[in-house]
């Protein structure tokens, strides 16, 4: 069994300024992952202990669920690429390069491809469906701005499934099942994650779902409610709009009013002294080739995403400053719906707008607006819609209670496919009336490699890690205060092989350093638990164990240590008593 003086463990002080975040930092200074390019890593003996536990709990619950693995090449034929039209789709993320005899292949970013050509060759009977193939393989996409160490990198390790139905039903099974598989993986592995509805994005196919691992470097935001299990997306979270009682009280036509250089929401709110409640915002944006003006209330963002999917568009901008000028002779910051012609430009608003009651709107007139507009009679709404971003406080479409916000890593998604595959790749099985049907597809992916970064930024403090005890790389540092002396060096071997006999993976710290420096290391590797042994091993039998999570310490007697270091390590946290527990 190797010793900490025989591993490669390059521990390091400081780190480079360009590692921004905990994750990378401590990484980086625990020894755990070099970087060999701009996001590209080598994982250093410890990081490979804890991926390869990682790995386990995924094949654990992966093969639980009824997936069956295998491993794709990394090499894919651009032919494949090219009869799902993805070749083109992507630009220079794809990794792409020609073979010796000037072929093009693409180094897998993800599998669709070649995973469908696959069973398009060997299944086609719906007697041998459905079947849920996944593998764990290393990912390839060139991203233009690989950070944050392991957390976006332009290689990395990924945990992808596809399953393949004859029905909806069977696919609505299958994707319940990985759900449910990956919920177990992420709290197994220890993971504070809310599972996510998100928005289904290019990969086509109705429902899917984001893991989200909870932290502040996450570059998502979640909207959850304290009750019940709503999670979703910022893009996709719907708002629920419960129409306000109009106010009593005629309002006076509408007037224009002097508002030189006043453009933003800010400052129209203090030039008309009003809360930004009575502002009507109007957005006039590209959908598609069409030109459309959308109405939010002044406090409120639109959706884009809820804008796009409304139209079914391919893609939705601002529009640009010379259309609305054309649309509306004025610039930006004083447009309006008051007089516009519906027929060149559609007016749509959020929900919302229609507790606007007394509003303000540009004046279609640089440096002009208009006061006391009222929907429906100063200018028609073609049709209200949800288009704004959920904010935190707003009432939860599900539970009811009250929305908050929170940032995540996206470190696993479910999609459900339909037959956008199997379609284009022509895999089709003979139903039992013996007519050729494509299969019905879903797709599973975790980011396994990610998941590492993830768990350390939700686990660490200013001395380093605080590993998770199924995933940390060992379970046990054991210190002797000084090697050198003969007792505290053969207690600490002992105690080392009794550990191990008994199931308890140790680190055994034999560098000839003083304590304060072993200490520093430990604290930075993070593992549960550290056993220092001291003179009083040999004086009172007694060694020390700290809980790295907590700074707790137990004199513990050296016949007592195995029972007591398992009883220790399954109370640091729910991972631990499941391993450790009795
Ligand atoms: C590409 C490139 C980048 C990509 C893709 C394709 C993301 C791509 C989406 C998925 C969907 C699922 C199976 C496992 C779970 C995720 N980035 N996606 O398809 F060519 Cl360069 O990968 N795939």
């Not at 990395?156 to 609505?172: C, H, N, P, R, V």
């Not at 002797?480 to 002396?485: A, E, G, T």
């Amino acid at each position: 069994m190797l010793k900490q003086s025989q591993m490669l463990i390059p521990t390091l002080r400081e780190v480079p300024a360009d590692a921004e975040i905990a994750s990378h930092k401590l990484l980086l200074r625990a020894g755990m992952a070099r970087q060999l390019a701009s996001g590209i890593y080598t994982y250093l003996p410890l990081a490979l202990r804890t991926l390869h536990k990682i790995q386990a709990i995924v094949r654990e619950e992966m093969n639980r669920a009824g997936g069956q693995e295998l491993l794709m090449p990394a090499m894919q034929p651009a032919e494949l690429w090219h009869q799902t039209g993805r070749w083109d789709v992507y630009g220079p993320e794809l990794v792409r390069l020609q073979d010796r005899h000037d072929r093009s292949f693409a180094l897998g970013p993800t599998h669709e491809e070649v995973i469908t050509s696959l069973v398009r060759d060997e299944i086609n009977s719906y007697k041998k469906l459905p079947i849920n193939l996944y593998q764990i393989q290393t990912k390839f996409r060139d991203e233009v701005r690989p950070r944050f160490g392991l957390i976006r990198c332009r290689e990395f390790i990924m945990k992808d499934a596809y399953s393949f139905d004859t029905t909806q039903e069977g696919l609505d099974i299958n994707f319940q099942a990985m759900y449910d598989a990956y919920t177990r993986i992420f709290t197994r592995v220890g993971l504070n994650f809310r599972a996510v509805e998100a928005d289904a994005g290019a990969i086509g196919g109705k429902g899917t779902y984001e893991f989200m691992a909870l932290c502040e470097i996450g570059e998502d935001t979640i909207a959850y409610s304290e009750e019940g299990d709503f999670a979703a997306n910022l893009e996709k979270a719907e708002v629920v709009y419960k129409p306000s009682a109009k106010p009593e009280g005629e309002v006076p036509a509408f007037e224009k009013v002097h508002t030189p250089g006043v453009k933003t929401i800010e400052q129209l709110t203090k030039a008309m002294n009003v809360d930004a409640k009575q502002i009507i915002k109007s957005l006039i944006y590209r959908v598609d080739e069409k030109l459309v003006m959308i109405l939010v209330r002044g406090d409120h963002e639109l959706n884009e995403v809820k804008l796009k999917n409304l139209y079914d568009a391919t893609q939705v901008g601002l529009a640009q400053e010379a259309d609305l000028r054309a649309l509306t002779g004025a610039p930006a910051g004083f447009v309006g719906p008051v007089g516009l012609d519906t027929e060149k430009v559609e007016i749509i608003a959020d929900n919302y707008v229609q507790d606007v009651h007394d509003g303000i709107v540009g004046a279609n007139e640089a440096d002009y607006h208009l006061a006391h507009v009222v929907i429906g009679r100063d200018f028609k709404v073609g049709r209200f819609a949800d288009l704004r971003n959920i904010t935190e406080g707003d009432e939860c479409p599900r539970t009811g209670g009250a929305i908050k916000f929170a940032r995540g890593v996206e470190v696993g998604h479910v999609f459900k496919l339909g037959t956008k595959y199997s379609q284009a790749i022509g895999a089709t099985f003979l139903d039992e009336n013996g007519r050729s049907q494509p299969m019905i597809m879903g797709c599973y992916g975790i980011g396994v490699s990610r998941t590492i970064a993830a768990a350390i930024e939700q686990n660490n403090d200013e001395n380093g890690i605080i590993w998770p005890v199924a995933i940390a790389p060992f379970h046990v540092h054991v210190i002797p205060v000084n090697v050198k002396v003969d007792e505290q060096r053969l207690t600490s071997e002992q105690v080392t092989e009794q550990l191990h006999r008994a199931g308890v993976e140790v680190l055994f710290d034999d560098r000839p350093e003083r304590a304060g420096v072993k200490f520093k290391d430990a604290d930075l590797i993070g593992l549960p638990l550290r056993i220092t042994v001291s003179d009083k091993a040999a004086q009172e039998g007694t060694v020390e164990v700290r809980i790295r999570k907590t700074g707790e310490t137990h004199n513990v007697n050296l016949d007592e240590l195995v029972p007591t270091v398992k009883k220790l390590l399954a109370s640091i946290d729910h991972t631990g008593a499941e391993l450790f527990g009795e």
